[in-house]
């Protein structure tokens, strides 16, 4: 059952996971937030897909790049008006303007579009196959994984090497120091959620590909999985989400091969089992954030 | 150059400061003295923008600064060295240093005072590329005030530099201050060291419970009646 196929597979899933937990897990890192309306910028990005392929004659590069651009400035706009205001309030006043968000966005796609699933139109390449060593590997599968490595090395370099990425670590470390040093918040903050949002547009890319469909409940089952990969992985560690994402992929794929077949329907309750026996064990996620303790001398 | 114009401060029901006014003066080495919650480190923290007088003025350079953030603070030049340092433990020396920079518009003044800095601490340009949070205690002390340092700062705030550290470091750290007032930084200085600090400073405020008790000279304050219960009791902790 473990063959090449299933490797491909799971890697494909795991690249998208780590996408998702990563989007999720960079504004956690500085605000510690956990936003709930992380999921609804994948059905953001999900319906730009399929306004823009059934009605527009645009080719399909470019409509998925609208669509990542799409769910970045929703992400940005909903810092702006929804976070920004209560952000000096309390920790508590931004979780619950998260899940404003959350339900603000829904509605709005229910009563803009409709409650119903609509099909989106996907190009040629996301149905079909190429051949790797005698087995069949969906495109879809490779374009994910090649996004996603592209994607990690890109936010390898700005964490690396720009003075804007130096920063967002900084925030991440020690907000309020970062800030003493003149670096301003909403620019840090604008930043993650920008990040975030790119994120999400890349997710319901290959999100939707899989079920080539969006309804407006689209963002919950994404926002779960980012939310345990992030909590397998480590809240406060970029390394952690992507892990995170990898290690949820790689068992809920050996649960989907492994349990027979009559318990193939409690998969996911199996998973979460796996996730209570990480925590009990490494509280803090496979990787803490604090890699350093201070040398005494 | 800074003045703290009777500031009140408060953490939720506590109240922190209940009318402090101090001055420093451009060039001056000011220290702010006093025991474990006299209101020393609220004091920084006001003037720093990280906590907001609920009454008072503080004025830098003449205009209100009372209530900006800190980034819009530290844009004035106005550098806070935190107690228990703060340096950023999973960036390198390099990348804390840069930080320390970001509010410098040109590339030529970091290189500047980068060059400066390595001259007063060697020790980072050795560890130049390490994670901070590898560093020892003096060195970890001594990165605080390089990233400080870094923006070319008007004033520079020290928050008991010479916490937890070895006997020799604490006097590394001081000749360190009296150096850079040699050199005509302009530094309020918050420590519980009171005899090494009235050793460099200018002037000195001594506080307690939120309020200054006495000012002045070092020579002042020693012969001044008031100091005596603040001092020893001082000197009583540091003994410890």
């Given at each position: 059952?473990?063959?090449?196929?299933?490797?491909?597979?799971?890697?494909?899933?795991?690249?998208?996971?780590a996408m998702l937990a990563l989007g999720l897990v960079i504004i956690y890192g500085i605000l510690?937030?956990?936003?709930?309306?992380?999921?609804?910028?994948?059905?953001?990005?999900?319906?730009?897909?399929?306004?823009?392929?059934?009605?527009?004659?645009?080719?399909?590069?470019?409509?998925?790049?609208?669509?990542?651009?799409?769910?970045m400035?929703?992400s940005?706009?909903?810092?702006?008006?929804?976070?920004?205001?209560?952000?000096?309030?309390?920790?508590?006043?931004?979780?619950?303007?998260?899940?404003?968000?959350?339900?603000?966005?829904?509605?709005?796609?229910?009563?803009?579009?409709?409650?119903?699933?609509?099909?989106?139109?996907?190009?040629?390449?996301?149905?079909?196959?190429?051949?790797?060593?005698?087995?069949?590997?969906?495109?879809?599968?490779?374009?994910?994984?090649?996004t996603s490595l592209v994607m990690l090395v890109l936010l390898t370099l700005l964490l690396r090497h720009t003075v804007l990425g130096i920063a967002l670590r900084a925030a991440a470390d020690n907000f309020?120091m970062t800030?003493?040093l003149?670096v301003p918040a909403?620019t840090v903050i604008s930043a993650a959620f920008a990040i975030s949002g790119i994120m999400?547009?890349l997710?319901?890319?290959?999100?939707?590909?899989?079920?080539?469909?969006?309804?407006?409940?689209?963002?919950?089952?994404?926002?779960?999985?980012?939310?345990?990969?992030t909590?397998?992985g480590g809240m406060r560690s970029l390394t952690g989400a992507v892990v995170g994402g990898?290690?949820?992929?790689?068992?809920?794929?050996?649960?989907?091969?492994?349990?027979?077949?009559?318990?193939?329907?409690?998969?996911?309750?199996?998973?979460?089992?796996?996730?209570?026996?990480?925590?009990?064990?490494?509280?803090?996620?496979?990787i803490s954030s604090k890699t350093s303790?201070?040398?005494?001398? | 150059?800074?003045?703290?114009?009777?500031?009140?401060?408060?953490?939720?029901?506590?109240?922190?400061?209940?009318?402090?006014?101090?001055?420093?003066?451009?060039?001056?080495?000011?220290?702010?003295?006093?025991?474990?919650?006299?209101?020393?480190?609220?004091?920084?923290?006001?003037?720093?923008?990280?906590?907001?007088?609920?009454?008072?003025?503080?004025?830098?350079?003449?205009?209100?600064?009372?209530?900006?953030?800190?980034?819009?603070?530290?844009?004035?030049?106005?550098?806070?060295?935190?107690?228990?340092?703060?340096i950023f433990s999973s960036l390198t020396v390099d990348e804390n240093l840069r930080l320390g920079?970001y509010?410098?518009?040109?590339?030529?003044?970091?290189?500047?005072?980068?060059?400066?800095?390595?001259?007063?601490?060697?020790?980072?340009?050795?560890?130049?590329q390490q994670p901070g949070g590898?560093?020892?205690?003096?060195?970890?002390?001594?990165?605080?005030?390089?990233?400080?340092?870094?923006?070319?700062?008007?004033?520079?705030?020290?928050?008991?530099?010479?916490?937890?550290?070895?006997?020799?470091?604490?006097?590394?750290?001081?000749?360190?201050?009296?150096?850079?007032?040699?050199?005509?930084?302009?530094?309020?200085?918050?420590?519980?060291?009171?005899?090494?600090?009235?050793?460099?400073?200018?002037?000195?405020?001594?506080?307690?419970?939120?309020?200054?008790?006495?000012?002045?000279?070092?020579?002042?304050?020693?012969?001044?009646?008031?100091?005596?219960?603040?001092?020893?009791?001082?000197?009583?902790?540091?003994?410890?």
């Amino acid at each position: 059952m473990i063959n090449l196929e299933f490797i491909i597979n799971t890697i494909s899933l795991g690249s998208l996971y780590a996408m998702l937990a990563l989007g999720l897990v960079i504004i956690y890192g500085i605000l510690r937030l956990v936003n709930f309306a992380y999921g609804e910028l994948i059905m953001v990005g999900g319906y730009t897909l399929y306004l823009l392929a059934s009605f527009s004659p645009l080719p399909w590069l470019f409509i998925a790049l609208l669509a990542v651009l799409v769910a970045m400035f929703t992400s940005l706009f909903t810092e702006l008006v929804a976070f920004r205001p209560v952000r000096e309030k309390s920790l508590t006043a931004m979780l619950v303007t998260s899940f404003a968000v959350s339900t603000l966005l829904q509605n709005g796609a229910l009563l803009i579009i409709s409650p119903r699933a609509r099909a989106v139109v996907l190009p040629q390449i996301f149905q079909t196959s190429v051949m790797i060593a005698g087995t069949s590997v969906p495109w879809r599968n490779i374009l994910t994984i090649l996004t996603s490595l592209v994607m990690l090395v890109l936010l390898t370099l700005l964490l690396r090497h720009t003075v804007l990425g130096i920063a967002l670590r900084a925030a991440a470390d020690n907000f309020t120091m970062t800030r003493m040093l003149g670096v301003p918040a909403n620019t840090v903050i604008s930043a993650a959620f920008a990040i975030s949002g790119i994120m999400a547009g890349l997710v319901s890319i290959f999100w939707i590909s899989r079920s080539a469909t969006v309804t407006p409940a689209l963002g919950a089952p994404p926002l779960l999985v980012a939310f345990v990969a992030t909590v397998i992985g480590g809240m406060r560690s970029l390394t952690g989400a992507v892990v995170g994402g990898f290690v949820y992929a790689i068992v809920i794929s050996l649960l989907g091969v492994l349990l027979p077949p009559g318990l193939l329907e409690f998969r996911e309750a199996f998973m979460f089992v796996f996730v209570i026996i990480i925590l009990l064990f490494r509280p803090q996620g496979l990787i803490s954030s604090k890699t350093s303790v201070e040398r005494v001398g | 150059m800074l003045e703290l114009n009777s500031i009140h401060a408060r953490y939720g029901a506590i109240t922190a400061l209940r009318g402090v006014s101090i001055n420093v003066s451009q060039g001056e080495l000011v220290a702010l003295l006093g025991l474990n919650g006299a209101g020393k480190s609220t004091t920084l923290g006001c003037i720093a923008g990280v906590l907001k007088p609920w009454q008072g003025d503080i004025l830098f350079d003449g205009a209100s600064i009372a209530g900006k953030s800190p980034e819009q603070i530290a844009r004035l030049g106005i550098s806070l060295v935190p107690e228990g340092r703060d340096i950023f433990s999973s960036l390198t020396v390099d990348e804390n240093l840069r930080l320390g920079g970001y509010i410098l518009k040109e590339k030529a003044e970091y290189h500047r005072n980068l060059d400066e800095i390595f001259e007063l601490f060697p020790v980072l340009k050795e560890r130049f590329q390490q994670p901070g949070g590898t560093l020892s205690g003096g060195e970890q002390q001594q990165l605080a005030i390089a990233r400080a340092l870094m923006s070319s700062p008007r004033l520079l705030m020290l928050d008991e530099p010479s916490l937890g550290l070895a006997p020799a470091l604490v006097d590394q750290i001081f000749e360190l201050i009296d150096r850079l007032h040699q050199r005509g930084v302009t530094i309020l200085l918050v420590e519980q060291n009171v005899d090494r600090s009235l050793e460099i400073v200018d002037r000195a405020y001594l506080m307690n419970t939120g309020r200054i008790e006495s000012q002045g000279t070092p020579q002042q304050l020693r012969t001044h009646a008031d100091i005596e219960g603040i001092y020893m009791g001082v000197k009583g902790q540091s003994g410890k």
